[in-house]
């Protein structure tokens, strides 16, 4: 009798053991990259990203979720979740996988390849241009910028930390020098505008939201120009532009910090525009005005 009784308990202790080893997963990330997220939600934050061929131990999985313990960005072990879909069950459960199509419909870019979901970008932000130039201004004459509206719109394509960001452009451009000349007020106001196309190489320093920074070259076309020459009373306007080079090009960096808000990205950031081209057309040996400026903008991930 106690022998049954003891053989009854042992097969009971048997079969709970492996029901509760059912819910116990080891898995292995199958893609290139993968996202682990603080939430089993596709727009929760990321927390980390792991490599393909990582194995990790789930003890819970939630929906299509499997929660498992990974080491954040500060070095501290913390619990994520990672989708079914990359992943492959190598033991202690169902070796069972989601259909590789209903992620790509979720979230194509962040789990097939690395690249971040959200690529395009619509960004606008304040302009407060200028030139460089040659020519030393006559005592008591200053050289101040000039303010305008920059709008654009881009492109990322590569990685998740480092990109490259292909963008068109609508900038501001001009300048004003102030002074006096025998006791009489003198002013000259120059604004214009154009389109340009501006290829940079953009690295962001951790998942979810984070610091970046961009740099690369930008070239553009002038549409248009207006000069205004005031001297006490009077003034004067033109729009001719005979002798200016509507071609520019120069060179595009800065930094920004991009707020990943559960599915809504928004970017902040402030960049330099370092011209290098000559805007005068066949100058004389040593004489050139080249553009530059300062934009603090804003921006949206669509």
């Known amino acids: 009798m106690k022998k049954s009784v003891l053989l009854g308990l042992m097969l009971l202790m048997s079969i709970c053991l492996v029901v509760g080893a059912q819910d116990n997963y080891v898995i292995k990330v199958k893609v290139q990259i993968a996202n682990v997220r603080s939430e089993p939600d596709l727009n929760a934050q990321v927390i980390v990203q792991v490599k393909s061929g990582e194995l990790f131990e789930s003890l819970n999985k939630t929906g299509a979720f499997f929660e498992i313990t990974v080491t954040n960005k500060e070095g501290m072990e913390a619990t994520g979740y990672i989708h079914s879909g990359v992943v492959e069950v190598i033991s ?31 960004r606008g932000g304040l302009t407060m241009s200028n030139v460089s130039i040659s020519e030393s201004l006559p005592p008591g004459f200053t050289k101040n910028s000039q303010m305008g509206i920059r709008a654009g719109i881009g492109y990322e394509i590569g990685g998740p930390n480092f ?107 402030a960049r330099y525009y370092l011209g290098l081209s000559n805007q005068i057309k066949d100058p004389e040996e040593g004489v050139y005005l080249k553009p530059n400026g300062i934009t603090f903008g804003i921006g949206i991930k669509l």
Not at 98 to 119: F, I, L, M, N
Not at 166 to 182: D, L
Not at 240 to 249: F, T
Request: aromatic share 10%.
């Open 92 to 122: 202690g459960g169902p070796k069972t996988q989601e259909p590789q199509r209903a992620v790509r419909e979720v979230e194509p870019a962040s789990y097939s390849s690395g690249t971040p979901a959200k690529r395009f970008i619509l």
């Open 163 to 269: 990109c490259i960001e292909i963008g068109a452009v609508y900038m501001p451009g001009g300048f004003k020098i102030t002074g006096t000349a025998e006791d009489t007020p003198v002013k000259v106001g120059v604004t214009g505008s154009g389109i340009g196309a501006t290829v940079l190489a953009k690295f962001r320093f951790m998942p979810g939201s984070t610091p970046y920074i961009f740099g690369g070259a930008d070239v553009g076309y002038l549409l248009s120009q207006k000069s205004k020459v005031t001297v006490g009373d009077e003034s004067q306007e033109s729009t001719d532009m005979e002798g200016i080079n509507r071609i520019a090009y120069g060179l595009d960096f800065g930094a920004g910090y991009e707020f990943n808000l559960k599915g809504l990205i928004l970017l902040a950031e």
